[in-house]
Every structure is written in structure tokens, then in C-alpha cells.
């Protein structure tokens, strides 16, 4: 199975693991279902046979979303696949890759083609990077992207693992890289967004690098955040 299930109408998909700055980062998309019967694709991850045939099973395929603008790679191959989807750009990526036919630009506002099912927070105040973090209300969960790290304890080996530990992405501390949180500047904007995020009461957090929270994601976001919010 390419997909697995992580909560009512909320599939994960399992990607390659890529090198990041010299460390192995795993990868993982969503696809949601909308209640129109549409596919949400979140993050995709490279389209095989199989996934493509257990997608097909599911429903149509209409949003193609990246989060932020390192998440790019595959967006391209799924748009040829489906041309018919339409194809969103976080903040800063239509500029990076001018060669994606991008449909729409995301922002702080929900698309209202998905605004009944998942609402979207536009986490603002870092100088590098910007990410929209989607809220699905059916199955309670928060999507994050890279603002939340949480790899087990032994992923990364040798002095990957210890420069990875106090870079606070693993666990027992996920969290943001350390050198990313230094890059946000305007703290209240942030803490005003991740409070959204808070108000949602997501029981699950589900995350592409490490360990999704599939329980008590509340907390799971309070702690990660708790570089800003102390
Ligand atoms: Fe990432």
C-alpha cells in the first residue's frame, strides 16, 4: 500500500529520504479528501504505479499544495499527471520556480473550494521562511511542515545525531532547527499565528521529518513552540 490512513478522510504517503544539508531527511505528503469527493494533495511525494492507482481509487485529484517554498520537488510531475488540478504556491515559491505553472498564490485565508474542510494559518516572521499551516477539521489534525521536526532518538548517526539533538529536532524536543528560529524577527505576529493554531485544539499533528503526533497535538504544537511562546 502506498497509502496509509491517519485519521477519517487523511492518507499518508510515504516519499524517499533526501539529503538536507548533508543529513538524510525523510519525506511524507497528505492527501485529504474533500467532502465533494475532491483530492487535497499536501507536499507531494514521487507519484508511482501504485500510489497513482490507490489515489485514482480515491477520488479526483484538484489541489496540488506546497506548504513552504523547500517543499517543490514533485509539484511539477503531479501537474503533468493531473493537469486538470490546480497547482498553489506557498509565499516566495512562484519566484524561486518560475518554470511551475502555478494556478494561485496561498495566503492567511483558506481557498473556498477547501474552506469547509481545512482552514490554513499563515505562520509570518522569520526572514527565510513562511509556512502555511493546514488545520483538518474532520480528523483534528494540524499539518505542519518544517516547523516541526520530531526524528527519533537514534535516526541520525555520529555527529549527525548530536549536531541533529541540539538543533532541537529530536526527541523528546521537536521543534523548529535552531538556526531557523533565530530567523524570526517579528515574535508577536508569530505567536499571534501559532495561537491559531492553538485555538484549533488539533488532536493530531501530522509532520513530513519524523514522528507525526497522532494523539494530544495540542500540546505536541505547544511544546514545539516553546521557543516562542516562553
Ligand atoms: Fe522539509
Redesign the pocket.
Known sequence: MALESFGPEFWSAEGPILPFCGFP?PTRGAVIRLRNGSLFIWSPVPLDQAMRAEIDALGTVRHIVSPNK??HLWLAEWKRAYPAARLYAPPGLARKRRDLPFDAVLDEAPEPDWADDIDQVLVPGSSVLTEIVFLHKKSQTAIF??LIQNFPRDWFKGWRGWLARLDGIVQPNHGAPREWRATFRHRERTRQAVQRILDFAPDKVFI??GEPARQNGTDFVRTGFGWLLR
Request: aromatic letters at 14%.
Open positions: 531527511y523547500l517543499h511542515c518544517d513530513p521529518h
